[in-house]
């Protein structure tokens, strides 16, 4: 089993458990430290959010995968 715990390192407190965690791994190997980075910016995370929700809220105004491949082989 394993397990994935997400710590936002934005301030010292974050820091210093970040820290510990890694002076312990490097005790027990069964503990293994990653750094995540981040897929998106911030800006383009908000850009996805925004036209997910205007999709949602006018579903009328999107296309079907269905329509979208179609349009994809006929071109």
């Not at 996805?48 to 929700?53: K, V, Y």
């Not at 006018?58 to 349009?71: F, Q, T």
């Amino acid at each position: 089993m394993q397990y994935t715990i997400t710590v936002d390192a934005s301030n010292e407190q974050a820091i210093r458990f970040i820290d510990f965690v890694k002076m312990l791994a490097e005790n027990y190997s069964f503990l293994k430290i990653e750094t995540a980075i981040p897929i998106f910016t911030e800006e383009q995370e908000a850009e996805i959010d925004q036209r997910c929700d205007e999709a949602m809220q006018n579903p009328e105004n999107g296309k079907s995968w269905e329509d979208v491949e179609r349009n994809l082989y006929t071109q």
